[in-house]
């Protein structure tokens, strides 16, 4: 099994739910856009093949005051280093659709803003095609001290700090998908990692009961959300 490791970087925060606790989908208008896409392929082994690291010209929308303080990303610098989203979505899609199998820290967010893109585009979202690792869930198995002491998941600089990793390039799509490479790496020596799956926000259609085409039952598996409500539709 291949895999790709991303991270990306979006004009604002995204919105899993909204304040009546129903999920928003990854395309609605009050979602955040794709700022900036970081890519590690690497092989069977763990050795990195190449890496990909896209700007996104923005169109028709601006970098929020927060994620600004956060990433650095102003439209100006954008509007010269990007690449038209449709060109950032093709590298993207290539990757899905030759079975890498995609690892993030906090994958939920990464896959999620990928698959508003994708949508927002006119593209198949490729859900049922995107088994995915999260190592940020993965690593709250090794009870790691937070910098914050608050509970909830670790965040990317603590459980880079639990292992040594000298984690450059902070809040950029491009160093935040090497950190997340190195956990990836280190969790992976351990035997600390869950099983690649396709997440449903409730019972999947029955033709995905099988995992994707190319993974064999020991390499991907569907898992179902139980906290979402029923009613709530899949692939939100």
Not at 87 to 92: I, W
């Amino acid at each position: 099994m291949k895999y790709a490791v991303i991270d990306t970087e979006t004009n604002g925060l995204f919105r899993f739910k909204d304040a009546a606790g129903v999920p928003v989908p990854a395309d609605d208008p009050s979602q955040p856009r794709l700022a900036h896409l970081g890519i590690i392929l690497v092989d069977e082994q763990l050795r990195e093949e190449r890496a990909i690291d896209l700007y996104v010209r923005p169109d028709g929308w601006k970098m929020e005051p927060d994620a600004f303080a956060v990433n650095g990303l102003t439209d100006e610098f954008l509007a010269e280093n990007g690449a038209d989203v449709l060109d950032v979505l093709d590298q993207y899609v290539r990757v899905i659709d030759a079975g890498y199998v995609i690892v993030a820290f906090n994958a939920q967010f990464d896959c999620k803003q990928m698959r508003g893109e994708l949508r927002r585009a006119g593209l198949d979202d490729r859900f049922e095609q995107t088994p995915n690792i999260c190592v940020m869930r993965a690593s709250t198995a090794l009870k790691i001290k937070k910098a914050s002491g608050k509970g909830g998941f670790p965040s990317l600089s603590d459980v880079c700090a639990h292992f040594g990793i000298d984690h450059k390039a902070v809040h950029t799509a491009g160093g935040d998908a090497r950190a997340a490479l190195e956990i990836f790496r280190r969790l992976h020596a351990a035997g600390a990692l869950p099983t690649a799956r396709v997440h449903y926000s409730k019972t999947p259609p029955l033709h995905a009961t099988e995992p994707p085409e190319g993974l064999s039952g020991k390499q991907a598996s569907i898992v179902i959300v139980d906290e979402v409500e029923a009613s709530v539709p899949e692939r939100f």
